[in-house]
């Protein structure tokens, strides 16, 4: 039920967002001066044209009525006698024409519009507000693989993307990973700069869970564009988490002065995949598969430690979790520090966290959740 | 050191130059590295490496165009045990980086080559090419998959997790790759899981296995991957196995491992 509700809601949305404000405005407006025109019309009959026996006009209502009249099928009935009330019909029949006219081009030009972005991600529209979602600046090939990864359905939470490029509404969705297409595409775009304040407010960045900076496809005469997206982000919001992809690890410092929150450089990351694979063969595809977001394989994911797990040592909580299909390689630290394979012997503190290897994180959660509830695990110590 | 006096054996070429030539370098030359091995840059870019730096010493340039197997043979490639093609990343970057690929294997059959390229798209190229590339890097698809699980969990961690792991330094865990031990073979993943744990000579963490099936080798990383058939597959010999650990791990003798 709540899957079907979130559909509609979804679809609710991609209905506004095609009906964007523009159309809306124009389309209010044209009603408004058709009611005005009919009324009008109806007084200005009912003035010139007084009710006689044996006439169409007996009452106020028939006046408004014979103007609906005219305006759908002319002059067949309510026929007035008086030459100014031959003059309000001859012109309420030509405002009737201009207004047909004019409401068949404005529905043309939505359903043309609907047509050319068939196949398109959605424009987030203005009245439309995001909470927890991710926003990601700049499009690019990694940024169809990040929409994959996001929208793999292996997180607990499954947040809205939004895209903000220059050009970012003419993205197609069959451009993005198989995963993004399973279901209804969640994924948005505000067409503007990146780095410019007016579309992240529009993309909601103050509300993000997290801001995402991709470099730019092509970078000549722009290498600042990632700094400057870092910065205008960060003026939006002092609080929200910002990654960054880098090309060059010599970006990283001012980045960082820049309020980036953690950055991946294709330089670095390259290197040391590269040096591990030529030093260990194979190991490039055990990367590509930890990596992966799919319920083939497993990847890391952070669970805090139940009660039932403090003061249990570390080594413990292993031996029981692998044999429940997850297997914890590491702990967070309340204050920050990672210990990835820790001592045996290290014991698990409130407020830690577990880095725990598993398909998806509902499995991961169950699990640790699990062994923390079994019944002879302190007892066992 | 003028490389005609070097005699070049099971060393390691790195073929073409960039900025990341100094992290891999430093990657290769780490000091948890069990067999550290000379490295040999053939370039026709300048190469300006700061001799005073541990992980430089014995680094030898042989200047000359990388795809010219003259210049492979002087620096004896017939005799590398490993190739690194690094990319420029631009246009004509793929196309290099095939012509350096068919070079070395006309060079020697036995070397094993790992290739960078810039795009995702462009590892069909070098699979096309059959057995001449070994291993295939594509560095922004490793960057935007840890972006993802960054932009899901921003303030986990996860980020560091992955430097980590993908990083080789002696004060950090790495993910390694070894013959299956003696002591794992014959029971599943889940049953060896702590008696290879206890035939180490440190603390490590088994994470999954590679193996065979139908002529293709697969990677199974957790106990919870793969379907049913996979969770209780018994471990055979031939089989690697994938752990985290510090340096690379050693096996007791009586669990007779190989190392």
Redesign the interface.
Known sequence: MARLLATIRLLRSHVAAALDTNFQRRLIRLLLAALAVWSLSAVLLYRFEPPTPNSDFQNLGDYFWGVIVYLFSGLEQYVPRTTPGKVVAGATLISAAVFVAVFTAEIVGLVVELTRRRGLIPKKPHGMRFRDHVVICNWSASGMSIVGQLRSGLQVTDRPVVVVSNGASDISVASLPFAARRKPVDVWAVDGSPGGEVALALADAREAACVVVLEPPTRGGRDEEPLVCVLAARAQSADVPIGVEMIEEAERRPLVRAGATFLASSEDIGARIMAQAALNHGLSTVFSQILANSTASCEPYFVTVPEGLVDIPFSECLSRSVMRSVIPIGVRRADGTLMLNPPPQMAMARGDCLAVLASTESIARSAILSVSESRDLRSGM | MPYEEVCLKRH?LLMNWN??????I???HSDD?QDPRQIVIVTDKPVSLDPSRPENRGVVVVPGDPCDENVLRMANAERAS?A?L?SD?DSESTSRSLMMALAIRAVSSDV?V?V?VA???EKCHFEALGNCV????C??????????????????????????????SPN??????VPMPEVAIGGSF?ER??AIREAADQ??????Y?SQADGM?F????????GRHE?ERVLQAGD?L?L???SWPQFSPESGVAT
């Open positions: 390691i900025h990341k030539g100094y992290e891999v430093e990657n290769l590295v490993n690194i690094l990343g094993y790992v960078e795009d995702d798209a070994d291993e295939i890097v560095p922004s698809e490793y960057v935007s998959r840890i972006l993802a699980q960054g932009a899901v969990y921003p303030d986990s961690g996860v980020v560091e997790l992955y430097t980590h792991l993908l990083g080789q950090t865990n790495e993910i390694y790759l889940v899981f702590s603390t490590v963490i088994p994470i999954g590679t080798r990677v199974a990383i957790g106990p919870g991957s793969g969770k690697q994938v985290i650990s510090m």
